[in-house]
């Protein structure tokens, strides 16, 4: 399994940005493609974003669309998700995952079934 460690949250104000990071360790980075999934009190873990292990698929969740976007240095072992827009509903733990399914799946990417390693999380909180 590889390892993931997030950091970037924070507090920022409504209309504002962010830029998390996510850390991998253990193992050959780009034999993953990698998610950000968030949770909100009282509310289920649900997905943000995903990119394929090249780098060319990615894929959203409709209510992050336009406003935020996923990306990775597959040299630094990092994926990245560049938040702008931010709005009090955007406000949760983030966490990274790491799936080592070998083909690019869009629609598998969504599922949090198809990440095998997960990151401890990173808080984001977004004031109006």
């Known amino acids: 399994q590889v390892q993931l460690v997030e950091s970037g949250g924070g507090l920022v104000q409504a209309g504002g940005s962010l830029r998390l990071s996510c850390a991998a360790s253990?193992?050959?980075?780009?034999?993953?493609?990698m998610g950000w999934f968030r949770q909100a009190p009282g509310k289920e873990r649900e997905f943000v974003a995903a990119?394929?292990?090249?780098?060319?698929?990615?894929i959203y969740a409709d209510s992050v669309k336009g406003r935020f976007t996923i990306s990775r240095n597959d040299a630094k072992n990092t994926v990245y998700l560049q938040m702008n827009s931010l709005k009090p509903e955007d406000s949760a733990v983030y966490y990274c995952a790491a799936s080592s399914s070998r083909a690019w799946m869009p629609l598998a990417a969504m599922t949090q079934a198809d990440y095998g390693s997960w990151g401890q999380g990173t808080q984001v909180t977004v004031s109006s």
């Open positions: 253990g193992r050959t980075f780009n034999n993953y493609s």
């Open positions: 990119i394929s292990r090249s780098g060319v698929g990615t």
